[in-house]
Nanobody, 120 residues
């Protein structure tokens, strides 16, 4: 599966952005999907994930502010980010694989990153 992330940009603290990840190739609906973030000088971390059945996971740092969703008809993954903080700044990557691999940080498929910059 090939993944293409988009939607990053510059936003003020408190603002919102929606990231999209378009998938092509093998059956999108069969994969668990996730969004990762790599902040400057830090390791890449999973911020949200969604299973093929729609079960979701959120990192504590984004709970209540971010919403992950998927549209299997459009082969697209989304991340709605609200109440953005400066610490949300980073490169965001989408990923796909089995649920355990997406949560475990070892998904087999990655999209290119999209930069999110939150100004305070």
């Amino acid at each position: 599966v090939q993944l293409q992330a988009s939607g990053g940009g510059l936003v003020q603290a408190g603002g919102s952005l929606r990231l999209s990840c378009a998938a092509s190739g093998r059956s999108f609906s069969n994969y668990a999907m996730g969004w990762y973030r790599q902040a400057p000088g830090k390791q890449r971390e999973v911020v949200a994930a969604i299973s093929s059945g729609g079960y979701t996971y959120y990192a504590d740092s984004v709970k209540g502010r971010f919403t992950i969703s998927r549209d299997n008809a459009k082969n697209t993954l989304y991340l709605q980010m609200n109440s953005l903080k400066s610490e949300d700044t980073g490169v965001y990557y989408c990923a796909a694989d089995l649920w355990s691999r997406v949560l475990g940080g070892t998904p087999g498929y990655w999209g290119q990153g999209t930069l999110v910059t939150v100004s305070s």
